[in-house]
């Protein structure tokens, strides 16, 4: 092998090595991200509240019609992804998520992380918020 043939391939094995590190790295922290614990809130949800931060919510949401985002009467206890006549991202479609307090915590907290590849872009960072609203909407039957 020519000495010039022979750099060439090291510097090809050299690029694909660096690119299979990048890509194990980016997966360990999608995974790390995702296991990463979310806070809980101290005291329990107050739904009288967390109706007042649904109006938040309602730029996007309601409770009986699909916006831009899924209807929501209903949605603690409902599979993820399961509002037959709105148009899901394929994520949230095929997570298998029920919502619960648990999934809806990590839910709000930062949707991309449990679901990447949702269509949501909202965070709520307030643990307190996040009870509350999932309060109010756990009331909503
Ligand atoms: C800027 C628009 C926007 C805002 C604001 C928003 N959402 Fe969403 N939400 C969406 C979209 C879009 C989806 C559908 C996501 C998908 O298909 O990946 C969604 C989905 C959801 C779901 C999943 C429902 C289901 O049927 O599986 C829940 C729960 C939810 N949102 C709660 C909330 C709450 C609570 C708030 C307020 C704190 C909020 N969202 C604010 C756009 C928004």
């Known amino acids: 092998m020519k000495r010039n043939e022979f750099t060439r391939r090291g510097g090809i094995r050299a690029v694909v090595a660096a690119l299979f590190f990048a890509q194990t790295w980016l997966v360990a922290s999608a ?10 809130a101290a005291r329990p949800g107050d739904p009288v509240r967390g109706k007042a931060l649904y109006q938040g919510c309602e730029s996007c949401h309601s409770l009986n019609e699909n916006d831009v985002g899924p209807k ?4 603690v206890g409902r599979r993820a992804g399961s509002v037959a006549d709105y148009a899901y ?4 479609k095929s997570s298998g998520l029920t919502w619960d307090e648990a999934t809806l915590n990590r839910w709000l907290v930062n949707p991309s992380a449990l679901v ?17 609203l ?5 009331a909503q039957k």
């Open 134 to 138: 999932i309060a109010y909407l756990r």
């Open 31 to 40: 995974a790390l991200a995702q296991a990463a614990p979310v806070a809980v």
């Open 89 to 92: 991202s394929p994520a949230l």
């Open 72 to 75: 929501h009467r209903g949605v």
């Open 116 to 132: 990447p590849g949702t269509k949501m872009f909202f965070k709520i960072d307030d643990a307190q918020s996040r009870a509350d």
